[in-house]
């Protein structure tokens, strides 16, 4: 929980190696690392180093723990990330990798500074100007992680920039794209690399606002639907251990890959030793003007689990819902609470089979089965992208999916861009 207190040592508590990082942990292994180093330093993720497979086989509830960390952090103003491992158990450090050339995550810390660096900058104030844009306050700079490989860029953090207008202060910014304009930062030493500008699109103004302070009428024709269990769950917890059906889970998280599923067994035999997104990419594809930068790895650029938001009953989740926090580190390595960050709860999933046999007479030998799932779900939310990865599992099945809902990355039509996507769609009617 959010509100824990300390323990006497940071390890107590824990009853499975596999047991994601208390706060307790996480504070220890930042003060480690801070005693380390004698520089300021930001801390990207503290993480549970994983024992291995054979050691976890070969834990039996009751015996001795040993707890290790993987502690990453950079200095501030130069390019390169290192890799501490920390004995939590031990309360020393164990190893230590540095990456030269390595850039880490941006930072949710850093969103904002990448935000007021463009605003501030004479070229970019001068080409918003130039698109009729006199209010700085109401411009938005959407920061994109982006590669390294053009002129002026090596050796740098580089962030490359979309950026949209409000025409109020809880205006949609997405229904207003600057296109065209795209400042390039440089993350480590916060100044602008050059600003990208391919011409003044006109700025579409008709506002899209569909929250619900924007709305005069509200419809009244659907009615609530309830989702209850007046016997209760069919499923119990033990640390961080779920038990459903024939089902064990440990239920894990960090901040990059978010929500993970280790040691899961079924009616007593392993089927799968973890479970995770690895990676989520989105290559957006069009070549026009900067927009062939967009190409976003949401985990290994931002991390999933630092962009969990916290879920709310009747909202995100409905049913008799069961909410577990997720513990994180944020910049300064200080460990952060993200509360009711996973959802856990049980689902009608409809008919898992249904019999007639027509043999009978009347027709009254019918029987119907209804399937139930167990499900863990997060809400990963970076600006206007929300992700939710959901598993699941049933009585005999195992899946994952993730939902995307939220506003598209919106552009300004152009003629160019419309005439490119006229001929891919002419080559894949000739190939098809």
Same mark, same amino acid.
């Given at each position: 929980?959010?509100?824990?207190?300390?323990?006497?040592?940071?390890?107590?508590?824990?009853?499975?190696?596999?047991?994601?990082?208390? =706060?307790?942990?996480?504070?220890?292994?930042?003060?480690?690392?801070?005693?380390?180093?004698n520089?300021?330093?930001?801390?990207?993720?503290?993480?549970?180093?994983e024992?291995?497979?054979?050691?976890?086989?070969?834990?039996?509830?009751?015996?001795?723990?040993t =707890?290790?960390?993987?502690?990453?952090?950079?200095?501030?103003?130069?390019?390169?990330?290192?890799?501490?491992?920390?004995?939590?158990?031990?309360?020393?450090?164990?190893?230590?990798?540095?990456?030269?050339?390595?850039?880490?995550?941006i930072?949710?810390?850093?969103f904002?500074?990448?935000?007021?660096?463009? %605003?501030?900058?004479?070229?970019?104030?001068?080409a918003?100007?130039r =698109?009729?844009?006199?209010?700085?306050?109401?411009?938005?700079?959407?920061p994109?992680?982006?590669?390294?490989?053009?002129?002026?860029?090596?050796?740098?953090?580089?962030?490359h920039?979309?950026?949209?207008?409000?025409?109020?202060?809880?205006?949609?910014?997405?229904?207003?794209?600057?296109?065209?304009?795209?400042?390039?930062?440089?993350?480590?030493?916060?100044s602008m690399?050059?600003?990208?500008?391919?011409?003044?699109?006109?700025?579409?103004?008709?506002d899209?606002?569909?929250?619900?302070?924007?709305?005069?009428?509200? !419809?009244?024709?659907?009615?609530?639907?309830?989702?209850?269990?007046?016997?209760?769950?069919?499923?119990?917890?033990?640390?961080?251990?779920?038990?459903?059906?024939?089902?064990?889970?440990?239920?894990?998280?960090n901040?990059?890959?978010?929500?993970?599923?280790?040691?899961?067994?079924?009616?007593g035999?392993?089927?799968?030793? !973890?479970a995770?997104?690895?990676?989520?990419?989105?290559?957006?594809?069009?070549?026009?003007?900067?927009?062939?930068?967009?190409?976003?790895?949401?985990?290994?650029?931002?991390?999933?689990? %630092?962009?969990?938001?916290?879920?709310?009953?009747g909202?995100d989740?409905?049913?008799?819902?069961?909410?577990?926090?997720?513990?994180?580190?944020?910049?300064?390595? %200080?460990?952060?609470?993200?509360?009711?960050?996973?959802?856990?709860?049980e689902?009608?999933t409809?008919?898992?089979?249904?019999?007639?046999?027509?043999?009978?007479?009347?027709?009254?030998?019918?029987?119907?089965? !209804?399937?139930?799932?167990f499900?863990?779900?997060?809400f990963?939310?970076?600006?206007?992208?929300?992700?939710?990865? !959901?598993?699941?599992?049933?009585?005999?099945?195992?899946?994952?999916?993730?939902?995307?809902?939220?506003?598209?990355?919106?552009?300004?039509?152009?003629?160019?861009?419309?005439?490119?996507f006229?001929?891919?769609?002419?080559k894949?009617?000739?190939?098809?």
């Open positions: 929980m959010c509100n824990e207190t300390s323990e006497k040592k940071p390890t107590d508590g824990i009853v499975h190696p596999l047991e994601p990082l208390t =706060r307790d942990e996480i504070a220890a292994a930042a003060a480690l690392v801070k005693e380390a180093e520089e300021p330093l930001r801390f990207e993720t503290i993480e549970l180093k024992p291995a497979k054979a050691a976890v086989r070969a834990f039996k509830p009751g015996s001795d723990i =707890r290790e960390a993987t502690v990453s952090v950079y200095k501030l103003y130069n390019i390169g990330v290192s890799i501490y491992t920390v004995s939590l158990t031990q309360n020393k450090i164990l190893a230590v990798i540095h990456h030269e050339k390595a850039c880490p995550m930072q949710l810390e850093e904002t500074e990448v935000e007021e660096t463009c %605003k501030k900058d004479p070229d970019f104030i001068a918003c100007k =698109r009729g844009i006199e209010n700085m306050d109401l411009v938005c700079v959407d994109w992680s982006a590669g390294a490989y053009q002129p002026g860029e090596e050796g740098k953090h580089v962030c920039a979309f950026c949209w207008l409000k025409t109020s202060t809880n205006d949609n910014l997405y229904a207003h794209p600057i296109d065209g304009l795209h400042p390039v930062v440089d993350i480590k030493s916060w690399i050059r600003v990208d500008d391919f011409g003044n699109v006109p700025i579409p103004m008709e899209s606002n569909y929250e619900t302070e924007f709305q005069k009428d509200f !419809r009244d024709d659907l009615k609530p639907i309830d989702v209850v269990q007046p016997e209760g769950v069919s499923f119990s917890l033990q640390g961080k251990t779920v038990k459903w059906h024939d089902w064990s889970i440990l239920i894990g998280f901040a990059r890959e978010g929500l993970t599923l280790h040691n899961i067994q079924y009616a035999r392993p089927v799968l030793y !973890r995770s997104i690895a990676e989520m990419v989105v290559p957006y594809g069009s070549p026009e003007g900067s927009h062939f930068r967009k190409n976003v790895f949401d985990i290994s650029e931002y991390g999933l689990g %630092k962009l969990a938001n916290q879920l709310e009953l909202c989740c409905l049913g008799s819902i069961h909410y577990m926090d997720g513990w994180i580190t944020d910049i300064n390595g %200080k460990p952060f609470c993200l509360k009711n960050a996973i959802c856990i709860h689902e009608d409809g008919v898992l089979w249904k019999h007639w046999d027509f043999r009978v007479s009347h027709s009254l030998r019918v029987f119907s089965v !209804r399937s139930h799932a499900l863990w779900l997060t990963c939310v970076l600006s206007r992208r929300p992700k939710t990865p !959901r598993f699941a599992v049933g009585a005999a099945s195992f899946s994952l999916s993730s939902r995307l809902s939220g506003t598209m990355s919106t552009v300004r039509p152009t003629h160019a861009i419309s005439l490119t006229q001929q891919c769609s002419s894949i009617r000739h190939l098809s």
